[in-house]
């Protein structure tokens, strides 16, 4: 004996023998209706029958009408609709109350291999293999006579008079048919069709049984024949098999047993089928049928367990990103040599019609479809069936993507937005010299857009100071024309006001409008105000807006345009009332402060589906200051226009790289004074989405 069943010893060893005298006629009733506790073993069997080829089984019982649980007027009811006032024979009740009560059986398993009745005796165990396990439910065919009783009242009260029927009857004409011969596909489909089976289950006959009650002198005789005859074991061939086979015997792989698949359209997979696939075939399978869905749904209709990670990877190979949901690909909908079924346009035009569709979804909620007809020119059919996919028609509003935008996804993802927003640029190339459009004429007026990338900051200190300039000249003429027209040197000059209408127009430059709370021109409510300690002309920098600049980036090297309007706001609120310190302050006017005061713009590529506002989008960073950290900046500013977020070893790496050794402290000084870290990256302060 083996070490391992010391623990586990034989306590008895019990002989099994395989009874046949019952083995093609031993089957097993459930009553799946009633309690256990309540048996049928008392009860009067009127009768019983059956039809084995398809083990089916009736048992009538009677039922008891003395039981005060039983409700006569309610069995009186019942007989009368179901016989009638008639006394005939083939009642089904006699007594003109229901007495008895039918029960008929359905399979509870076809495969009933591994069941058998088992019956122990003087340290033997013997068993029987089973027939067929049936389940007994009540019966209500008498509910079927009752209505055929009603129908048949129903067709006498209405029926006229029946020798004219039968005359006119054998006035018609006969027509007789030809039955054209039979497809082996009809045959099949007659075969398994309902009418054939009720057909086939009638033409057995049934077998009447004579019923003896458990306790029976008879049925104890029948009971022998659980026990097997023969005894002897070397007669008893069939269990003389070797420990793995009698194992095999006992359980059978799984993989034997044949499962029938439903018959279905061949188009249709069920989950159960779906999850049997590798992963990026579920994946290709499930987006060729939803066509757009965000990334929770799917891995919720994925097998739980399933590595987002590597969903990822596979998403990205049948879908593209649209408004941070992915949508299928359109080689994936229309694959090479295939053709529209609207309109029979091969696939290449099918693609590159639908890609434009859903580039134009990248950029704006809603589209209008003769637009989309007007350029990508295609039959009206495929332009409906393309937006049909992915969006759905508004009231004069054209038709909206079908999903709101997933603005987690892009938070949490944001280097796979960074990567489809590249390829997107690049189907947007394609595009244009395939339709011959320009981006510029498709977007919408009220569309955000980022400033024009091609203006340095050079040329925006530049062309601040030339504004300067030019209103201080013209309001200088102005004042030179009122002293004159007034008549001289002792009279006093009352300078007026400048207006909103005077005052610098909206920035032309970006059409991207203010969205940090502050309207695009003022700054907390103080546009068109008189400049009231010493401010320069209307819309140039003050001397006291340039001198808080200064200070606010000399504590902070990096601020977006939208917190530095924020820290404005906060100073303006800590002043006394009526103390104005600076005069209207416009956005264009902050950000000519802004480069007064040593400082540049940093054109951080932000995703394409950033969350962030445009005010956000524009960060500016402390540019001279005179000490040797200056350099570091710089080069930190630069490797930020080529990405929005940077790894701190990389940043080590580009400074050891251009000035030697850089000391590590220098370093964390440099990044803590110009950014902050999320999720082990730097972003520059203020652009980060957490």
């Not at 039809?51 to 039981?67: C, F, G, I, N």
């Not at 007495?99 to 029987?128: M, P």
């Not at 054939?196 to 009650?213: D, G, R, T, V, Y």
């Not at 005077?502 to 969205?515: G, N, V, Y």
Request: charge should be neutral; aromatic fraction near 6%.
């Amino acid at each position: 004996m083996a070490s391992g069943d010391d623990d586990d010893p034989i306590i008895e060893e019990i002989d099994v023998y395989l009874a046949k005298s019952l083995a093609e006629k031993l089957y097993l009733l459930q009553y799946p209706v009633r309690p256990s506790t309540m048996t049928y073993d008392n009860i009067n069997l009127l009768a019983a029958k059956i039809k084995p080829k398809q083990q089916r089984v009736e048992l009538q019982m009677a039922m008891d009408t003395t039981s005060p649980n039983y409700c006569r007027s309610k069995g009186e009811q019942i007989a009368l609709n179901v016989d009638g006032t008639g006394y005939e024979e083939n009642n089904t009740y006699s007594v003109k109350m229901m007495d008895n009560q039918s029960f008929s059986s359905i399979q509870a398993t076809t495969n009933t291999a591994r069941y058998a009745a088992a019956i122990f005796r003087k340290g033997e165990l013997h068993v029987t293999p089973l027939t067929g396990i049936l389940q007994m439910r009540p019966s209500f065919t008498y509910l079927d006579k009752a209505d055929n009783k009603t129908r048949e009242r129903e067709a006498a009260n209405e029926g006229g008079d029946s020798s004219q029927d039968e005359g006119e009857e054998e006035a018609k004409a006969i027509s007789v048919r030809f039955a054209r011969p039979e497809s082996e596909q009809a045959r099949q489909r007659r075969i398994q069709s309902y009418e054939f089976l009720q057909k086939k289950q009638a033409e057995e006959p049934w077998i009447h049984l004579q019923h003896h009650n458990v306790k029976d002198g008879r049925s104890e005789h029948e009971r022998q024949y659980l026990f097997c005859q023969n005894v002897d074991v070397s007669d008893n061939s069939e269990l003389v098999k070797t420990p793995k086979e009698y194992l095999t015997m006992l359980m059978p792989p799984l993989a034997e047993e044949k499962f029938v698949k439903p018959i279905g359209p061949s188009n249709v997979l069920s989950m159960a089928q779906l999850r049997t696939l590798p992963l990026g075939e579920q994946i290709k399978t499930l987006m060729r049928n939803v066509k757009v869905i965000q990334f929770a749904s799917l891995m919720g209709l994925l097998a739980s367990g399933t590595d987002s990670t590597a969903v990822l990877r596979c998403i990205q190979q049948v879908a593209l990103l649209v408004q941070g949901n992915w949508v299928v690909k359109s080689d994936v909908l229309y694959p090479k040599n295939t053709c529209s079924p609207h309109s029979g346009v091969p696939a290449d035009v099918l693609c590159r019609g639908r890609d434009f569709v859903m580039w134009r979804f990248t950029l704006e909620r809603s589209l209008m479809r003769k637009e989309v007809a007007a350029v990508i020119k295609l039959p009206p059919e495929d332009v409906k069936d393309f937006l049909e996919q992915v969006a759905v028609p508004r009231v004069n509003r054209g038709w909206e993507f079908l999903l709101p935008a997933d603005a987690d996804f892009v938070k949490k993802h944001a280097d796979v937005a960074h990567r489809q927003h590249m390829l997107w640029m690049g189907i947007q190339n394609k595009l244009e010299k395939v339709f011959n459009f320009s981006k510029d004429d498709l977007m919408p007026k009220n569309s955000p857009q980022p400033d024009p990338v091609h203006i340095s900051g050079e040329q925006r200190l530049k062309l601040a100071q030339d504004r300067a300039q030019a209103k201080q000249a013209s309001l200088q003429k102005d004042l030179d024309a009122k002293r004159a027209g007034s008549g001289g040197g002792g009279a006093r000059v009352k300078q007026e006001p400048v207006s909103d209408g005077e005052a610098e127009p909206m920035d032309t430059s970006s059409p991207t409008p203010s969205l940090s709370g502050i309207p695009n021109g003022s700054v907390n409510g103080y546009a068109g105000a008189e400049h009231a300690n010493g401010g320069g002309p209307a819309g140039a920098p003050s001397p006291q807006l340039l001198d808080f600049v200064t200070k606010t980036f000399g504590k902070n090297p990096v601020l977006t345009l939208n917190e530095l309007k924020r820290l404005v706001s906060l100073h303006l609120a800590t002043m006394p009332a009526g103390h104005i310190p600076f005069g209207p302050v416009s956005d264009h006017m902050l950000q000519d402060a802004v480069l007064l005061s040593r400082c540049k713009q940093i054109m951080v590529p932000f995703p394409a589906l950033t969350t962030a506002s445009a005010d956000v989008q524009k960060v500016f960073g402390l540019w001279e200051t005179g000490e040797d950290c200056d350099k570091h900046r710089h080069l930190l500013y630069d490797m930020f226009t080529k990405t929005y977020r940077l790894k701190r070893t990389a940043v080590q790496a580009r400074l050891n790289e251009e000035f030697g050794d850089v000391p590590k402290a220098d370093v964390d000084r440099l990044l803590k004074e110009c950014c902050t870290s999320h999720a082990g990256m730097w972003y520059l302060k203020g652009t980060t989405q957490s």
